[in-house]
C-alpha cells in the first residue's frame, strides 16, 4: 500500500471513529435505577447520595414502588423535604451539539402544576398539568432541548420549584447524547475521501 493510500485510510478511520460513538449516553443513572440505591420501600428522601449526580440544594425523593415510573422500577420527585437542584457533569466538545432529554410527570399528592428548570448553558422552563393523570397512569411526558458546549466540561442541572412544597415534579430517564451529523455531512465526508483516493491513483507509478 502506497502512502498516500496509507494516509487515506487514517483519515478515513479518523473521520468516522466520532460519527460512530455520536449517539452515546454522557449521563449516569439517568434513570435512577443504580444497585448503590435500591431498596424495596414506596420512596426514600435524598440530601446526598443519588448515585451519579450531586443534591446541590434541598433534598429528592427516590421513588420506587409508591407510583409509576416512566421506565424500569424507579424515578425521582424534586422536591423531597424542600425543593431540590441535582446536577451532573460530563465531558463534552466546544462547539458540539448536544441533545437533552428527559420525562416529566408530577407527585399527585398536592395540587397544581408541576414546574421545574433545567439548563445546562442557558435554563429551560417546563411545566406538567396533573389534570388526567394519577399515582397508576403518572402521563409521563417526554421533553427534549439542545445545547452548544461551550467548555470541555458541561454540566446539566435540574432544579425543583419551591411553589410546589413536598409534592414536586417527578423526573425519570434522562439522557443527553451527542447530536448525530445530519446525512450531508456523511455525503461530504464520503466525498473528501473519494477525492483523495483518486488523486491517490493518479499518483501511481504508470
Sequence with gaps: MSKIK?????????ALAPLAHASS???VNGGFESAAN??????VTLGSGLDG???????VDLIHSYWQPAGGSYS???NGGSAGTIS???ATTVGGTYNVSFSLAGNHDGGGDKTITVGVTDPHSFSF???GSSHSAMGWQNESFSFVATSA???????????NTYYGAALDNVSVTAAVPEPETYAMLLAGLGLVGAIARRRRPA
Design 38 to 43: 435500591a431498596f424495596s420501600g414506596n420512596f
Design 153 to 163: 466540561l458541561s454540566t446539566l442541572t435540574f432544579a425543583g420549584n419551591p411553589a
Design 88 to 90: 451532573q457533569s460530563f
Design 129 to 131: 398539568a396533573l389534570a
Design 25 to 27: 449516553e454522557l449521563i
Design 53 to 59: 449526580w450531586t443534591i446541590n440544594a434541598g433534598t
Design 76 to 78: 425521582l420527585d424534586l
Design 6 to 14: 496509507k494516509l487515506a485510510a487514517i483519515a478515513a478511520l479518523a
